[in-house]
């Protein structure tokens, strides 16, 4: 089981922070999670999947979730085959599998992957191409090409050049099947409906699950300038908190959901704005979430892995273990969102 593919993005805040020469060793390593991900595409016909790759019914090829098991989880392998018993046997592989990659997701759990919000037995994450995922991987196969083009070995320039028409043909995929027009926003994709010559032959969006996964459309720079403008104001509008930028629009109990917050999103979605030239709105949002990230080290001592964005007097919840103190991700989002609201010499 994968997680959410960002080494790509590292190798990149690595070259920016060094050289362009330094992230080079990693090319290989760069190649092989590529090939990961992809593995199978080449065999696919239209409106068919193979582990983490799908081709929808107009021929062009996403990701998904994946996992290569249909048995409960080790690390949570109770809850997990408590829930499965009371599924009929015909559905309950299919459960064990879309739980595993949920959990691959790192989204584990969230209503964006069930098409009942209470009720965790309706999981349905391998059938739902993410637009965070395919977001991530374009820009892995955008960094693939750029350090095969600077190396400049023989077969790089070949090389390079498939890689960005890699990326190119999955950002106008990913762009006419998970973009509303109407609604201004990206949804994640059901990969498996839609017929040929049909107005969903695309998938179809789910466009009742809005999450703050479509930041990273931005942040990644695959919005047109009107997408991303457009995606801004929804996220301004229904998503802006108190405390920040909340998961989801929908309070489930699952941690992935409102009314949390979670530092890595905050970070796709202040810095995703702040490419589509919303200055203002990522800095009150940089300015709200950091106020909450104070008030709560003020009263606890502590800085955790997430926080409640609705109620700033209220601990984060939800989820299969209690809040994790600490927290890496959210010192590192605290630091960097610092640097950019006041320069540090």
């Not at 590529?34 to 409106?47: C, I, K, Q, S, V």
């Not at 703050?212 to 300038?225: I, W």
């Not at 589509?276 to 001592?301: E, H, K, M, Q, V």
Request: net charge neutral; glycine share 8%; proline share 6%.
């Amino acid at each position: 089981r994968s997680q959410p593919p960002y080494f790509a993005a590292m190798v990149g805040l690595y070259a920016g922070a060094t050289d362009t020469t330094q992230a080079l060793p990693y090319l290989d390593a760069l190649e092989a999670e590529h090939a990961f991900w992809m593995d199978g595409a080449e065999r696919l016909a239209p409106g068919e999947g193979h582990r983490r790759v799908v081709r929808l019914r107009d021929g062009s090829v996403l990701n998904r979730y994946w996992d290569d098991s249909a048995d409960p989880r080790p690390e949570s392998f109770r809850p997990d085959y408590e829930i499965g018993r009371t599924l009929p046997d015909a559905q309950r592989e299919a459960f064990y599998r879309n739980v595993r990659a949920s959990a691959e997701s790192g989204w584990d759990f969230s209503s964006r992957w069930m098409r009942d919000p209470r009720d965790l037995r309706t999981l349905e994450t391998t059938d739902l191409v993410p637009v965070d995922l395919n977001s991530l991987l374009y820009h892995a196969e955008r960094t693939i090409a750029a350090l095969r083009r600077f190396r400049g070995e023989p077969g790089d320039a070949e090389t390079a050049e498939r890689f960005v028409l890699l990326a190119e043909r999955r950002r106008r995929a990913l762009l006419a099947a998970a973009y509303h027009p109407d609604s201004g926003f990206f949804y994640d994709v059901r990969w498996r409906t839609g017929e040929p010559g049909s107005a969903s032959e695309r998938g179809e969006r789910v466009t009742d699950r809005p999450s703050l996964a479509a930041a990273a459309s931005l942040y990644f720079g695959l919005a047109t300038p009107e997408q991303g403008h457009a995606v801004a104001a929804r996220l301004e509008r229904d998503f802006l908190k108190p405390g920040g930028f909340v998961t989801t629009l929908v309070t489930s109990g699952q941690q992935w959901d409102a009314p949390n917050g979670w530092p890595p999103l905050q970070w796709l979605a202040i810095q995703g704005v702040r490419r589509y030239g919303r200055i203002d709105l990522a800095d009150t949002a940089s300015a709200r979430w950091l106020a909450l990230n104070r008030r709560t080290y003020r009263a606890t001592g502590k800085m955790t892995e997430k926080y409640d964005v609705v109620d700033l007097t209220r601990r984060a919840g939800g989820g299969e273990y209690p809040t994790q103190d600490g927290f890496g991700w959210t010192n590192g989002v605290a630091l960097a969102l610092l640097k950019a609201l006041v320069p540090l010499h």
